[in-house]
């Protein structure tokens, strides 16, 4: 059965997501007028007088009243924030604070001109920055904004009143606001100019007499309306599309616009997002990259052609192909569109010798069922004054000497041999010169190659000799012929070396990509991650790169100037690119990207560019893709350690908690033994009870004199407190001062001390040592059998002492042995007592001297614990 009522998880993700984003941010309202005058200032301020009459906090980051009483009037009763000065050459300018804004965090900020530009010096070039910082840090703004100052109108604007509009905002500024027209009809605002309440008398008659003429105030006020009216429906649409309501708002549309490094490639970005708006779709700027080198005039184009597209809301999609229209169509049926946008071609003549007339042909013949739009750029007649051919560019001229020069020096050694070889030899030398020089050298300095060597081979080397004049029609017929065929070998190596560069470029991508993803695979540590990741972006990128981090309080710390950290806080907390090239912090001498999965920020990458122009297209797409990878990596570290330490703390936990039971059952009970026997005593007892008791008490007692112990040196261990007292001692000393501390607990076994008698002295902490072998002693009795014998012999192996404290006992399990030496660990089957302390601690002795502790059972049963430390020579006397 079909469900028409089942709603699309992709609606409902992108629904989610739009309210996540309405919950964080601040919301915009902008009041909308088309042009200075229609009292857009005023009724904001009204706006706020309301909002405060109704208990919100308001206060003014920047209103500009223009000495309008009846605009001061209502300021009156708002907070204003003072204005930050700014000095540029000499001026002291006056600009909003943005910092004493975000530090009062005001739920409501009025904020007057948005499309103003900010003094140079400032954290943001424009003013709409400001205010979208404002938004991101949860403060909802007022703001106003005259239609020709929005981007995607620019264009239009100029073609009605002949202004360059200069100071512009992206589209996608609007997208998120709310939008309230302030609306006067042409009339009354010529009326309010001529009364001297918009500009003073003489600024008013010259405003009147060009931008404010009645004609353009029509036009702009049907923007304005229009502009109004697209918002409405785009709100009807989304209440229809939150609301379930089946409607025509589902168009399925989807623009593409072909974006080159064309100065009309702007134009054509703007229109694409008109038609955008007007059809409620989503829109792709793509841009197809030849084998033609561009110059850096064109790159720089060609850079900002694709930011504006960015900015308007694109989605900006890059190809490699020699073929463009292929590369167009490839990008349009993978992404979906409905619609290509281009340019009208440049056409020469008859439109059949104009190569863009030919691709436009094509690209409306394949594109099958994709509608093809053709929009003519405003100026694009200009470009019929354009000469037929221009000069070369200065990068090109040494290549066009180097082939005039190899054809002269062809030219003589032909010279020389022409008694030895005909005309025609001749031709096939300098058809071979044109062929060899089209592996090295560009389409132009072979295809002049072509022409000198076919002129000068028709001058000096077909008869008649000195003239241009060729005697027989056959020579006629193979001039031509090498002619031709000199000019399309020239062109097709020449094609297929444009596509070797192609590829080698491609090849480059992909193995600078490779190589940053095999190294940052391998890193484990930060220093690792740093180091790959650094050396992989400056060898990529021919960059100094600096990998930024937070500490542990998340602090971002960089050793930087504090114009730079500042530009890379900014970045970290944002979220957003500063620093150099962008529109955040631009004076400052490298870029910060911002690392990040989705989340909040994980670092900044920091690039300080070597060249003076911005990175090319080409570059700022495998940047994006580093950025990712990198992003990847760090939070996976981050992870990582999130992991290990969370393990660590339950480990820790664990072992406090194995702790705090086996010190409570080993404080129990020798306090219980005390408390028994000093509660059983008193003067007429029998004195050998008395004795008996005595001596439960004492050995209760040194059961809680080793516990404190043990916890001592366990704590000293772990702090790194155990500096052995190394000096020259005596192995036979060590071992009876450790039996005679451990005598109690050996009195009733048969102990055998096997040391040779010419045994060398050792250099080490005898206390330590003492320490260690008294706990081997305590461990073999307490967990063998009464009276079973306990062994301790030394040997000297490979310049090694090895000191062994072997037992008859049952052994330890297969299991235990590598874990025997662990804090707490006691193994399976052991007698009840005891922390599981002693043996860990005699390994943290042992292992201060630079030796080391193992243990092995015994083939006639029981376990053998052999301390090894290192053998030194012994001082002569």
Known sequence: MEQTDRPDPDELLADLHREEKRQKRGTLKVFLGMCAGVGKTYAMLEAAQKAKREGRDVVIGYVETHGRRETEVLTEGIEAIPRKPVVYRGTTLSEMDLDAVLARQPPLAVVDELAHTNAPGSRHPKRYQDVMELLDAGIDVYTTLNVQHIESRADTVREITGATIRETVPDTI????????????????????????VYVPERAEAAARNFLREGNLIALREMALHLAAERVGQDVRDYMQARKIAGPWKTGHR????????????????WTRRLADSLGCTWIAAHVETSRVLSEEEQTRLTRNLSLARALGAEVRGTTDEDVVRGLLRVAREQNVTQIVVGTPYVLGPSILSAGARRLQRLIREAGSIDVHVVRAEGHEDVNRRPLWCLPAEAEWPQYFKAVAVVGAVTLVNEALAGLIGSRTVGLIFLMTVVGLAMFLNRGPVYLAATVSALVWDLLFLPPPLTFNIGNFEDAVMFAMYFIVALAMGHLISRIRARERMDRRREERATAMYMLTLELG????????????VSN???????????LLPDASGNLRGDLPEKELGAAVWAYEHVQPAGRFTDTLPMTEAIYLPLHTGGGALGVLRLRWRQSSPPTIEQR?????????????????????SKAHSHLLA???????????????ELRTPIAAIETAASGWHPGLDPALQNALVAEIREATARLSRLVANLLDMARLESGHVKPRMDWCDVNDIVNAALKRGGSVLANRDVSVKIPSSFP???????????ALVDLLFNAAMYTPAGTPVEVNAVVEEQKVAITVADRGPGLSA???????????????AAAGGTGLGLSIVKGFVEAHGGNVHVVNRPAGGAAFTITLPLQETPKA
């Not at 609007?174 to 309440?197: F, H, N, W, Y």
């Not at 623009?255 to 703007?270: D, G, I, N």
């Not at 220093?527 to 990741?533: G, K, L, P, R, V």
């Open 537 to 547: 972006v400056e060898r990529a990128f021919k960059a100094d790169a600096a990998l």
């Open 621 to 641: 797409t495998m940047l994006d893709g580093f950025q990712r990878h990198i992003s990847l990596v760090v939070d996976r570290q981050r992870l990582r350690e």
């Open 174 to 197: 609007l997208a998120e606001a709310e939008i309230e027209l302030v609306d006067l009809s042409p009339e009354d605002l010529l009326q309010r100019l001529a009364e001297g309440k």
């Open 651 to 665: 480990e820790s936990e664990r072992l406090s908690q194995v702790l705090l039971n086996a010190v409570s059952h």
């Open 522 to 533: 391998d890193a484990s540590t930060w220093e690792e991650i740093e180091h790959a990741t």
């Open 815 to 829: 299991e235990a042995i590598p874990r025997i030496f662990d804090k707490f660990y006691r193994a399976p089957g």
């Open 761 to 771: 002295l050792v250099q080490a902490d005898s206390r330590l040592i003492e320490q």
């Open 255 to 270: 623009l593409l616009v072909a974006v080159s490094a064309s100065p009309y490639s702007e134009q054509m970005v703007r």
